[in-house]
């Protein structure tokens, strides 16, 4: 039985070639940019940059703006090589200024001025990634790009809408090591009485990690290619009686149920509706009305991370990663399936 396995194995990374995650850059890149805090502040919601000795700062390893598909930074410096068609000129042009602003952020020596850097180039990268959606609308962008937006907002100060891009990264590529790293970190920055969702507990190994980077349509064709295999398979050992077609319709036919239930539970995750609270901060309240009584003693600040379970009007009621819920204006949240 090993054999028809192998060749099982051997199948399903031929079929799945263009879901294979890009290889991940070392954590001690050159010119690496990790951010850090400074002080003691244990609830601070705001970053702080630590500029001097930021490779020797272990706590927060966040990593540097970054880039494979389709449009390739390589920040060792930065260099940026769009490759040819990928980009178009008014979209290559507002990534060359968003990168500009990215680096002119991190040689900025007063805050202010590092802070309206890393807010533009926050915008420019949003700008980025809206072009590439209504160019390519069936096309999810890059979830590098997304993971460039997280970085300019968490310089920018932006906690909400850096969890927000972090999140939407690791949406389109589960197994985006650094922006799950720097999704942890953002975390961090929260209120202590602030539930943030676990992480994942358990790790399968590397073929269950490069499953995870399959999207729902992906599993849909594995399915039918699947089932068709194992039919001919079959028709092959009825008219043959050969053992190792019948052993092989019977791996095939035990896939193409496993992809079955992996499809079915993609379906479910989309089903559900997670958002970050992107405004500084809001008040949640007991019902969908501003003359309702506060949930909590203190507004929800930008950055956590809910379940929108109901919606009312210009009002959503969320569910914490607690399961304590509240209502919100519904324009205090984004939806991390944009």
């Known amino acids: 039985m090993m054999r028809p396995i192998a060749l099982l194995f051997v199948l399903i990374q031929i079929l799945c070639g263009m879901a294979t995650p890009a290889p991940a850059a070392e954590d001690t890149a050159p010119n690496a940019t990790y951010f850090g805090t400074e002080g003691g502040s244990g609830t601070a919601r705001a970053v702080r940059f630590q500029l001097e000795n930021i490779l020797k700062d272990r706590r927060a390893r966040a990593l540097p703006l970054t880039t494979n598909t389709p449009i390739k930074i390589n920040v060792s410096g930065i260099d940026v090589a769009p490759a040819a068609g990928d980009v178009a000129p008014a979209a290559g042009d507002t990534l060359q200024r968003a990168i500009q602003a990215y680096r002119s952020a991190l040689d900025e020596v007063r805050r202010d001025r590092r802070l309206e850097s890393f807010s533009r180039?926050?915008?420019?990268?949003?700008?980025?990634?809206?072009?590439?959606?209504?160019?390519?609308?069936?096309?999810p962008p890059s979830a590098d790009l997304y993971f460039n937006q997280g970085n300019?907002?968490?310089?920018?100060?932006?906690?909400?809408?850096?969890?927000l891009a972090y999140r939407r990264a690791l949406v389109i590529a589960p197994n985006h090591r650094r922006a799950r790293q720097n999704l942890e970190f953002a975390r961090t920055l929260l209120p202590d009485w602030v539930p943030v969702p676990e992480g994942?507990?358990?790790s399968f190994g590397?073929?269950?990690?490069?499953?995870?980077?399959?999207?729902?349509?992906?599993?849909?064709?594995?399915?039918?290619?699947?089932?068709?295999?194992?039919?001919?398979?079959?028709?092959?050992?009825l008219r043959t009686d050969k053992t190792v077609?019948?052993?092989?319709?019977?791996?095939?036919?035990?896939?193409?149920?496993?992809?079955?239930?992996?499809?079915?539970?993609?379906?479910?995750?989309?089903?559900?509706?997670?958002?970050?609270?992107?405004?500084?901060?809001?008040?949640?309240?007991?019902?969908?009305?501003?003359?309702?009584p506060a949930t909590f003693r203190e507004?929800?600040?930008?950055?956590?991370?809910?379940?929108?379970?109901?919606?009312?009007?210009?009002?959503?009621?969320?569910q914490l990663s607690d399961g304590r819920e509240a209502w919100l204006p519904a324009s205090a949240i984004d939806l991390v399936a944009p």
């Open 245 to 292: 077609a019948r052993n092989l319709a019977v791996v095939f036919l035990i896939f193409w149920i496993g992809v079955l239930a992996k499809t079915w539970v993609h379906r479910s995750d989309a089903t559900e509706r997670i958002a970050v609270v992107t405004l500084p901060e809001v008040t949640a309240r007991s019902a969908d009305s501003i003359h309702s």
């Open 152 to 163: 300019a907002a968490l310089g920018a100060e932006h906690l909400g809408a850096a969890i």
């Open 121 to 139: 180039a926050e915008t420019l990268f949003t700008q980025v990634i809206a072009d590439q959606r209504s160019r390519t609308p069936n096309l």
């Open 206 to 237: 590397s073929f269950f990690d490069w499953m995870q980077t399959i999207q729902a349509g992906q599993w849909n064709g594995i399915a039918a290619i699947t089932f068709l295999l194992a039919m001919a398979l079959a028709a092959i050992h």
């Open 299 to 318: 507004p929800l600040p930008g950055g956590v991370e809910v379940t929108v379970v109901d919606d009312r009007d210009e009002w959503v009621r969320v």
């Open 200 to 202: 994942d507990a358990l």
